[in-house]
């Protein structure tokens, strides 16, 4: 990483941290959070910090959305209420993760008919990534180090990052959250600790263009010495983990 390169994600994690925790939420944000029909998932908020980090990806009424690799939809759920009718999310799945992911794919499929018809599920090859639309917003949460990994393809991360680029607006944002590695480890652990170095992440996600314009402490712990695979129980659900917002040139 270049000194430069260190300044900036060293300025972007004490402004944005601060801004994260102070700045009230927008109202869009805080009325889906709010949502009754997100049951039993609005209990994750205090740990995984949704509508916090919907503030900080800065997504709007109206925007187009594409939630890659989207899980039980948790994230789904918060944008597809705060972007509204005007405004849709795409829950992306890559074939390999889909055939993994099972329930989870078939229950995504469904939202349009319970409550979010907003939402599409999307299964595409995994050197794939496109929508209908332009997008405003492309968000990833602990998926990013599945990329390299032998059953998405051992896939360079490149693939992935000049896909998002070209599905977004210009002015539009890519977000990674993902589980942080060891200093100097770059993308060694992603198949065995399910981690990656965030300053590889940068790296790799500038070289396709985009510029590095944030980050948040969020998630971060700084008791985490990034030694244990994320699903160790000492440490499940309590990963240290950044949060990365890069920005297409507009």
């Not at 102070?22 to 009754?36: F, G, Q, S, V, W």
């Not at 690799?69 to 849709?88: D, E, N, S």
């Amino acid at each position: 990483m270049t000194g430069s390169l260190k300044l900036a994600v060293a300025a972007g994690l004490a402004t944005t941290a601060l801004v994260a925790h102070a700045a009230p939420l927008p109202p869009a944000i805080t009325k889906a959070a709010a949502d009754p029909a997100r049951g039993d998932q609005a209990r994750q908020d205090v740990r995984r910090r949704g509508p916090e980090i919907l503030a900080f990806a800065g997504v709007r009424p109206g925007d187009k959305v594409i939630d890659l690799i989207p899980g039980a939809a948790y994230w789904t759920r918060l944008f597809a209420r705060v972007v509204g009718p005007k405004g849709h999310v795409y829950g992306i799945w890559p074939e390999p993760y889909a055939k993994l992911a099972g329930r989870d794919t078939m229950f995504y499929g469904q939202l349009a008919k319970n409550g979010y018809p907003n939402t599409s599920l999307v299964i595409q090859p995994a050197t794939k990534l496109s929508a209908p639309e332009k997008i405003d917003l492309v968000f990833t949460a602990q998926n990013y180090h599945d990329y390299p990994d032998k059953f998405m393809g051992s896939l360079d991360p490149s693939v992935l990052n000049k896909a998002v680029y070209a599905a977004l607006k210009p002015g539009g944002t890519f977000l990674v959250i993902d589980h942080q590695a060891a200093p100097g480890s770059g993308m060694r652990d992603t198949d065995t600790l399910h981690r990656i170095e965030g300053a590889a992440v940068i790296k790799q996600v500038t070289a396709a263009g985009f510029r590095f314009v944030g980050s948040s402490k969020l998630l971060a712990n700084s008791t985490d010495d990034h030694s244990k695979a994320v699903f160790d129980k000492s440490i499940r659900g309590r990963t240290d983990q950044f949060i990365y917002k890069f920005r297409k040139p507009g």
